[in-house]
């Protein structure tokens, strides 16, 4: 057992370190687009305006102008980045339309990018934040980060497809993003992988997370409404846990719904997380709570200095250092998820 937490334990911190590499390596600093205008909605074949010339270095719709919207943002990363240091794409609050009214089509992201949302997330999750209008494609060999957004896939085209359609890799950090279609939020195709750390993800009426490739859910909290399953893992692929809640819908304001935590292969875990229902295989590491009772996981379950708690830079999707002394017995501890719970008043 010790020796495949070892094993698992240095394939997350090498996954996970990529999330957090900018902060201290010596790369120049990367390239900044910063987005200042709203995108427009489609047009009746579902397209939106993006970026005017891709690959000059320069994000704007009308030449000239340095009108730069998200999808330009994307469409001149994916022509100018360097896969070694992805082009940083910075949101900035109060941008016209983002979030809550910035909407577009589907995306192909084939290029290196980390979009950064500057602001706090939005108070209301279910009728705010960035909608995608279509799926996110990221290409074998793309990287796509997403950090500090809110995000609704919206089923408003002819779409028949997961929110992100992953060949490459997806990085979802601090984010909240969740699905309103009938397919899942996060499909992993193999050879693809996705790393969601301090995250909410939720699917409706299908997998949260559908993943046949490798999946790493380090403090994510993880729902779906009606569903086969929140996560499914397929033969050959590789789901790793750590500080994860997969919850039954009915928690917060999510209506109630009968989405089994888990379907397919086992999960592999590295302790400290919780399954609403007994149905995900593999937790049996320390602090796991397979069946959990009441559904709402316990706070201040992860001590101070274990998993990852407290460790410089340990925050929760909304950005809170942790821990926190969630149950107010004078103890700092982590909670399973992607927030601590607030210290009682
Ligand atoms: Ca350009
Ligand atoms: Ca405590
Ligand atoms: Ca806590």
């Not at 149905?279 to 009772?293: A, H, K, N």
């Amino acid at each position: 057992m010790r020796g495949r937490l070892g094993r698992l334990t240095v394939v997350v911190a090498a996954l996970l370190a990529s999330t957090f590499a900018a902060a201290c390596d010596t790369k120049p600093p990367p390239p900044v687009l910063t987005v200042n205008v709203a995108d427009e909605e489609p047009d009746a074949g579902g397209q939106v305006p993006g970026d005017a010339n891709p690959g000059d270095g320069v994000c704007e719709i009308t030449v000239g102008a340095g009108d730069c919207s998200l999808r330009a943002a994307i469409d001149e990363a994916n022509a100018s980045s360097d896969p070694t240091n992805p082009t940083r794409i910075e949101v900035e609050p109060g941008t016209p339309g983002l979030p809550p009214a910035g909407l577009f089509a589907g995306i192909e992201v084939t290029g290196a990018m980390r979009i950064v949302y500057l602001g706090p997330q939005p108070p209301d999750i279910l009728t705010e934040g960035v909608v995608f209008g279509g799926p996110v494609h990221i290409a074998p060999g793309a990287q796509l980060a997403i950090e500090g957004m809110t995000i609704r896939a919206l089923d408003n085209q002819s779409t028949s497809s997961p929110g992100f359609l992953v060949d490459g890799s997806l990085l979802l950090v601090r984010s909240t993003v969740r699905s309103e279609t009938s397919f899942p939020l996060v499909h992993v195709d193999a050879g693809g992988q996705a790393v969601v750390a301090n995250s909410y993800v939720a699917g409706f009426s299908a997998e949260a997370v559908q993943n046949e490739g490798l999946v790493v859910l380090d403090h994510v909290t993880a729902i779906s409404y009606l569903a086969p399953s929140i996560l499914s893992t397929a033969p050959g692929a590789r789901s790793i846990l750590r500080s994860t809640a997969i919850l039954a819908p009915g928690v917060g304001r999510v209506p109630p719904g009968l989405a089994p935590a888990c379907a397919g292969e086992p999960v592999e875990s590295l302790g400290y997380n919780a399954a609403w229902d007994g149905t995900c295989q593999g937790l049996t590491s320390i602090g796991d709570v397979p069946d959990l009772p009441g559904q709402v996981p316990p706070v201040d379950t992860i001590p101070l200095g274990t998993a990852g708690c407290g460790a410089p830079g340990d925050v929760d999707r909304l950005g809170t250092p942790r821990p926190v002394d969630s149950d107010g017995d004078g103890v700092a501890a982590c909670d399973i998820g992607a927030d601590e719970v607030p210290a009682p008043a």
